[in-house]
């Protein structure tokens, strides 16, 4: 062969001027893998010359022999270099054109891609000399460039031959299968020997099937190098040098450690989720809704019973169904001939909804999550239901029978002393006690389609739509009228949650006529006594300008004066039970005049200055220099004012201090009584301005009706006002009652 000279040592043969001529480079340091060769007619591609990186990639060594190409391409490559060698002895092949072949693979399975450049042959006259010089370049599937991509992918890639030698790894790879200290390589070993052997045969079955053609993802065992074991999964495709013939595996490894810890844990979840359904005292399903071509739910499917008790509270146990008896069927099916699906379930907003339709709503996101008592005709029995949606087109329930409650609720409420009514408002239904028909005479059935009894309770409706909107509380005295016509005093007291209210009744008409005979009482005793006080009052008065004797003067004043103290002291008591019946007329409405308070205030102070001074007590008045006007009675205010200095100095020692003290707060005024005596018990406080409530003063039980803060109050809430009082309870600590009234009557504080 033209340019062979086997005596001539590797390095000055492969540095020749006409190879590195023919590849524009230096030809053994290059970092291209390359080749010269030769093209025969017969023998086909002849290897001449090649570099070190060639060698390598090829496994050469130092051979220099002549190399059939053939020789170093697997078997199942080689009609890739038949047709290659056809294409190059074809006249109409270019010279110095590179040909590109299609993907190969080196005998011991290295992809590549080979491009041969032919050239024309040194000269000779020699016929069998070879037809073309080829200069050959191989490109291994994987470049530095891919290599640094691959290497910073945290999975582990791996090339395989199709025995499942490993011939590529990346980074990931290393790491995944070394040790935490070190990252050997697996290059040359089997994929088999990083997988645990009892999984092997499973291994083997998913390389054959990716070999069909798709990718096969699978969970194995894989062993480190230091034996120890973990979770991977595993998806192989094969590489193909054409669409039809796989030339080796690719695999993707994951460690998937944390992945199946989750799982497992869920695994637990589930199984701890399914064991409480089964043991919860409520039936728990999932349905899927059936609409109409209106998108109105008409019917439902049992897609799921998650527990026993479902069968239980909707009666289906009851009619001898099991779980397989319903689950996947509908509504209508399970139970076929009750109707149940048009049964009326609850009235919301005046409309009445089917259970397919409300749960319709619900499932297609109408409406929000619900939850009611409902009465079931067909099943006759009464349900706590909860439904919500976990997705469109479906809904949840769960389903409580509470029919033997209800049975307990009626014996409990045939018991208590008050009427009750139990009502659903949006069901529109309701419940009464025997107490109710007693006192009503009637079961005031429900005629106006309310959910309340057609008897007149004036306020009802408002107070309970009232307490449903604060899902609460409500109490209020209000008048009412039996089924026979007859009125009477009742005290409501309604409490709402969700959809039920419960509506205590109390006759208060007895009571409320003794409060009447006690007004009417008190408001005569007034009257009556008045008079003879008066009368008392002008004898001490001629009895005092009757006195000649002057030895007696001394002593007859004496007795005149307690008569006088005992005089007063009796019209303050009457003055008290007068105004305590006045204000306490339900039709008493106060007069209003825009008035300047602080000479009236003044003027009260020093009067009972002289009183305070008797016992020793020091009592002031603080104000602003300028005046302050608001629409009051002056009268009753002053009467307020004067309660509250007398209840003072009742209630303060010797040498203590009173202060009245008077300013505007904004729209408001405010007047306050402040002192250092004894102070208000914790105790006391929420009865202190009850009737006839007295404490205990400085010197025993205080004097007076126990009328004086109870009139103080009533004052202050016809002024539409409030009074607050501070005391911290502590002896000598004293206590301050503030009244704050508006000072506009046409502005009422909050």
């Not at 359904?277 to 039936?283: A, D, Q, S, V």
């Not at 809904?395 to 014996?411: G, Q, S």
């Not at 030895?551 to 008569?563: C, D, F, G, N, P």
Request: hydrophobic residues 35%.
């Amino acid at each position: 062969m033209s340019g062979k000279n086997p005596d001539t040592s590797p390095t000055e043969y492969e540095t020749t001027p006409r190879i590195e001529r023919l590849l524009g480079r230096h030809f053994e340091s290059s970092r291209q893998a390359s080749a010269i060769g030769e093209l025969n007619p017969d023998s086909g591609i002849i290897l001449t010359h090649t570099n070190t990186r060639f060698r390598t990639l090829f496994d050469l060594g130092e051979n220099l022999a002549q190399i059939p190409l053939e020789s170093q391409i697997h078997a199942a490559r080689h009609k890739h270099l038949f047709a290659l060698h056809d294409q190059l002895m074809h006249p109409d092949t270019k010279i110095g054109q590179p040909i590109e072949t299609p993907l190969v693979a080196t005998t011991t399975g290295k992809p590549l891609f080979l491009h041969v450049t032919p050239y024309p042959p040194p000269q000779s006259e020699n016929d069998s000399e070879p037809r073309a010089e080829l200069v050959i370049e191989a490109e291994e599937l994987i470049n530095e460039r891919t290599q640094t991509v691959l290497d910073a992918t945290p999975e582990s890639i791996t090339i395989t031959n199709l025995d499942g030698t490993i011939i590529y790894e990346n980074r990931g790879q290393r790491e995944m299968f070394g040790s935490e200290q070190e990252a050997p390589s697996t290059l040359g070993m089997s994929v088999f020997e990083l997988i645990d052997p009892e999984e092997h045969e499973a291994a083997f079955d998913t390389m054959q099937m990716a070999l069909a053609g798709k990718p096969v993802r699978q969970r194995f065992t894989g062993i480190r190098k230091n034996g120890s074991q973990f979770p991977m999964e595993l998806t192989v495709s094969t590489l193909l040098d054409m669409p039809e013939v796989p030339i080796a595996f690719i695999g993707v490894a994951r460690d998937v450690t944390e992945q199946v810890q989750l799982e497992e844990d869920l695994k637990a979840s589930k199984e701890n989720y399914r064991l409480l359904l089964e043991t919860l005292p409520f039936g728990f399903a999932t349905h899927e809704i059936i609409l109409n071509g209106e998108g109105i739910g008409t019917d439902y499917i049992f897609t799921e019973i998650h527990n026993p008790m479902f069968l239980e509270a909707t009666g289906l146990a009851a009619l001898g169904k099991g779980i397989e008896d319903a689950q996947g069927k509908r509504l209508s099916e399970v139970f076929e001939g009750m109707n149940i699906q048009n049964e009326e379930a609850i009235t919301i907003d005046e409309i009445t909804y089917t259970w397919p339709q409300i749960y319709g709503q619900i499932a297609m996101g109408e409406r929000d999550s619900i939850s009611f008592e409902q009465y079931s005709d067909g099943l006759e029995r009464w349900y706590s239901v909860i439904a919500y949606s976990p997705k469109p087109g479906f809904f949840n329930v769960a389903f409580v029978d509470i029919t033997e409650a209800k049975e307990r609720e009626k014996l409990t409420l045939a018991i208590i002393p008050d009427a009750i009514i139990i009502t659903y408002p949006r069901q529109r239904r309701f419940t009464t006690n025997p107490v109710f028909t007693n006192m009503f005479g009637c079961t005031g059935e429900d005629i106006r389609d309310t959910g309340l009894p057609s008897v007149e309770i004036e306020g009802l409706e408002k107070a309970v739509q009232k307490a449903m909107k604060r899902q609460g509380y409500v109490q209020v005295d209000t008048k009412a009228k039996d089924c026979n016509g007859t009125e009477i005093d009742v005290s409501l007291a309604i409490h709402c949650k969700g959809d039920e209210c419960v509506i205590s009744i109390r006759d208060i008409t007895a009571m409320m006529n003794v409060d009447r005979a006690k007004d009417a009482f008190i408001s005569n005793l007034s009257h009556e006594a008045r008079t003879p006080l008066t009368s008392f009052n002008m004898r001490l008065y001629l009895l005092e300008k009757a006195i000649v004797v002057e030895a007696e003067k001394s002593t007859q004043r004496e007795h005149i004066a307690v008569l006088q103290r005992e005089a007063d002291r009796l019209k303050r008591i009457i003055d008290d039970l007068r105004i305590f019946s006045t204000l306490y007329q339900d039709d008493t409405e106060l007069s209003f005049t825009n008035t300047g308070l602080m000479p009236s205030i003044g003027a009260l102070v020093t009067d009972r200055s002289l009183i305070a001074q008797n016992k020793g007590l020091e009592l002031l008045f603080e104000h602003p220099e300028e005046e302050i006007h608001a629409d009051v009675a002056i009268g009753l205010l002053e009467q307020a004012v004067n309660n509250l200095i007398i209840n003072a100095i009742n209630y303060t020692d010797t040498t203590g201090q009173i202060v009245v003290s008077i300013a505007q707060e904004g729209d408001n005024i405010q007047i306050s009584v402040s002192d250092t005596g004894v102070g208000i018990h914790p105790d006391d406080m929420a009865h202190l301005f009850d009737r006839f409530k007295r404490g205990e003063g400085t010197a025993g039980m205080a004097e007076g009706t126990g009328l004086g803060l109870s009139i103080v109050k009533e004052i202050v809430t016809k002024h539409h006002g409030t009074i607050n009082v501070e005391s911290p309870g502590i002896l000598g600590k004293g206590s301050t009652f503030t009244m704050t009234i508006p000072v506009s009557q046409g502005i009422v504080p909050d």
